[in-house]
């Protein structure tokens, strides 16, 4: 006999399924600097692999050392080890050479990673400071980092937005919500795998994040990545 289920119920129900989902897609992943693109091995990304990480995100242009050259190798090896996700990320700013404007340098960038064949889910644009990379004008970073991510966006590219609630007020400042529209990758060393911190991403016009950067080493067999939660 099918009975009518009161709303308690079915709000537990309800609780207890989104808590499974929730469970069921949490991942860890870790992510990686150009320096480390160049040293990682393939068994190097084996044993992150059998540690438990399913992603990674590895940058692609550094500032005014630009693109790295061996993207193409890095985003091959990490897929070939049973990554889930592989994404890249861009440093950018408008004092570094190369990179001004915002839009020509994201152009490129993006052209480059197609005539390397590079396959990637998520572009995230890194917005944080760094000794005489930026405008001291907060509004005009503001303006010159969205036109850039814009750009990405506008050439077919899924962008995200990486940055910490004391970066983003440095560098573009908390009157900036331009990019809100973006997924965020948020950065907060407490150790804790989950986004129960929600000072430390309620910034730029973001109410929910996507990805948090909470540890800032990996394990034994390659330990200079910084440690994720999805």
């Known amino acids: 006999i099918h009975q009518k289920k009161n709303a308690s119920e079915m709000k537990s129900q309800l609780f207890l399924t989104f808590a499974l989902f929730s469970v069921a897609f949490a991942a860890k992943g870790v992510d990686m600097s150009n320096d480390d693109c160049n040293a990682i091995t393939p068994t190097n990304w084996n044993c992150l692999r059998n540690n438990g990480f399913e992603f990674a995100i590895i940058e692609t242009w550094r500032g005014g050392y630009q693109y790295t050259k061996n993207i193409a190798r890095c985003v091959r090896d990490a897929w070939a080890s049973g990554m889930k996700h592989v994404d890249i990320y861009t440093f950018m700013c408008p004092r570094c050479r190369g990179n001004d404007p915002g839009t020509t340098a994201m152009k490129k960038i993006v052209t480059n990673?197609?005539?390397?064949?590079?396959?990637?889910?998520?572009?995230?644009?890194?917005?944080?400071?760094?000794?005489?990379?930026?405008?001291?004008?907060?509004?005009?970073?503001?303006?010159?980092?969205?036109?850039?991510?814009?750009?990405?966006?506008?050439?077919?590219?899924?962008?995200?937005?990486?940055?910490?609630?004391?970066?983003?007020?440095?560098?573009?400042?908390?009157?900036?919500?331009?990019?809100?529209?973006?997924?965020?990758?948020?950065?907060?060393?407490?150790?804790?795998?989950?986004?129960?911190?929600?000072?430390?991403?309620?910034?730029?016009?973001?109410?929910?994040?996507?990805?948090?950067?909470?540890?800032?080493?990996?394990?034994?067999?390659?330990?200079?990545?910084?440690?994720?939660?999805?």
């Not at 064949?117 to 998520?122: C, I, K, P, S, Y």
């Not at 303006?143 to 962008?159: D, E, R």
């Not at 609630?165 to 907060?188: D, N, R």
Request: aromatic share 16%; hydrophobic share 35%; proline share 3%.
């Open 113 to 230: 990673l197609r005539n390397d064949n590079v396959t990637f889910g998520m572009l995230w644009v890194d917005i944080e400071q760094c000794d005489g990379c930026w405008y001291t004008d907060l509004n005009a970073n503001c303006q010159w980092i969205t036109a850039a991510s814009n750009q990405a966006a506008a050439m077919g590219v899924k962008v995200g937005i990486y940055s910490s609630v004391y970066e983003w007020k440095m560098t573009v400042g908390m009157a900036c919500k331009s990019m809100s529209q973006y997924p965020l990758w948020y950065a907060h060393y407490d150790n804790v795998p989950a986004f129960s911190d929600s000072w430390a991403y309620q910034f730029g016009g973001w109410s929910q994040p996507n990805i948090k950067q909470y540890n800032d080493k990996g394990p034994s067999c390659f330990s200079n990545v910084d440690v994720n939660w999805h």
